[in-house]
């Protein structure tokens, strides 16, 4: 999977600290933010819960090579726009599967076999004219394609409160961390303390992980 960042709001810690302040001020000709001030105000509406200032902030991310199976769960979250590859109109090839890499040898082995068969038979129903509408219901959920997604920044560190979190599944977690990664060096005021809740407070789970130390360490020097 490959995740690039292809556009965002320029200056993204200043628009939302800008936002902010406007709320506080009479004057807007009078409205002045060094470095200093955009880190106040932004750390202040954050830990208040006055969010809807992030909106104004947008990220949009390519993402290439991520499975169905993934993609089927970031769609999930609706407060975001998506234009995905469609295989109605794409032909699915055998390289287009995606393979878990923490599954033995033998694993492989067997989903990669499982994968060419159902590219036999895909191709096969191609050739009786079946369309690639139709064609594609023999393929596995392992299936890759391509996705475009925006997301603004009040939205994103509710992904990543979800997503970067080890009980998120492996590729939409890998996913988040990519796209985290991405909007930290763009905004690193906004996602100082993003990633899974435990980063910025409590875990909300009945059973913690046992390394939150080491999970909020990693998070902070993302
Ligand atoms: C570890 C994990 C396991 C999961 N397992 C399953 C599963 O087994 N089955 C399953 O179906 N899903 C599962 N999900 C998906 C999950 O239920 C959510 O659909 C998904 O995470 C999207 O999150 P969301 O609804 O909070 O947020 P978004 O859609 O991203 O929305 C953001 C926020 O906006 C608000 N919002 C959005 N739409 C509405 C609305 N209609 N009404 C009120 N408020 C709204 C909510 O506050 C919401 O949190 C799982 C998710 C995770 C992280």
């Given at each position: 999977?490959?995740v690039s960042l292809i556009e965002y709001?320029?200056?993204?810690?200043?628009?939302?600290?800008?936002?902010?302040?406007?709320?506080?001020?009479?004057?807007?000709?009078?409205?002045?933010?060094?470095?200093?001030?955009?880190?106040?105000?932004?750390?202040?509406?954050?830990?208040?819960?006055?969010?809807?200032?992030?909106?104004?902030?947008?990220f949009t991310f390519l993402i290439?090579?991520?499975?169905?199976?993934?993609?089927?769960?970031?769609?999930?979250?609706?407060?975001?726009?998506?234009?995905?590859?469609?295989?109605?109109?794409?032909?699915?090839?055998?390289?287009?599967?995606?393979?878990?890499?923490?599954?033995?040898?033998?694993?492989?082995?067997?989903?990669?076999?499982?994968?060419?068969?159902?590219?036999?038979?895909?191709?096969?129903?191609?050739?009786?004219?079946?369309?690639?509408?139709?064609?594609?219901?023999?393929?596995?959920?392992?299936?890759?394609?391509?996705?475009?997604v925006?997301?603004?920044?009040?939205?994103?560190?509710?992904?990543?409160?979800?997503?970067?979190?080890?009980?998120?599944?492996?590729?939409?977690?890998?996913?988040?961390?990519e796209m985290?990664r991405l909007t930290?060096s763009k905004?690193?005021?906004?996602?100082?303390?993003?990633?899974?809740?435990?980063?910025?407070?409590?875990?909300?789970?009945?059973?913690?992980?046992?390394?939150?130390?080491?999970?909020?360490?990693?998070?902070?020097?993302?």
């Open positions: 999977m490959k709001t320029p200056n993204p810690d200043y628009t939302a600290a800008f936002a902010a302040r406007v709320c506080y001020s009479s004057n807007t000709e009078k409205l002045k933010l060094d470095n200093e001030g955009v880190k106040n105000i932004l750390r202040r509406v954050i830990k208040s819960g006055h969010h809807s200032v992030l909106e104004h902030v947008n290439e090579g991520i499975s169905r199976v993934a993609t089927h769960q970031l769609v999930r979250h609706r407060i975001a726009s998506y234009s995905q590859q469609s295989h109605r109109y794409t032909k699915i090839k055998m390289e287009s599967f995606v393979i878990p890499k923490g599954i033995s040898e033998e694993a492989k082995r067997l989903m990669k076999k499982h994968f060419n068969a159902s590219i036999e038979l895909y191709n096969k129903l191609l050739d009786l004219g079946v369309k690639k509408e139709d064609a594609r219901f023999v393929i596995p959920q392992a299936v890759s394609s391509n996705i475009v925006t997301m603004n920044a009040r939205e994103l560190l509710h992904f990543f409160s979800l997503r970067c979190c080890v009980r998120a599944q492996w590729e939409i977690r890998h996913c988040a961390i985290l930290k905004a690193p005021v906004i996602f100082e303390n993003a990633g899974p809740s435990c980063v910025g407070g409590r875990c909300p789970e009945e059973n913690p992980c046992d390394n939150i130390r080491e999970i909020r360490e990693y998070f902070k020097n993302l």
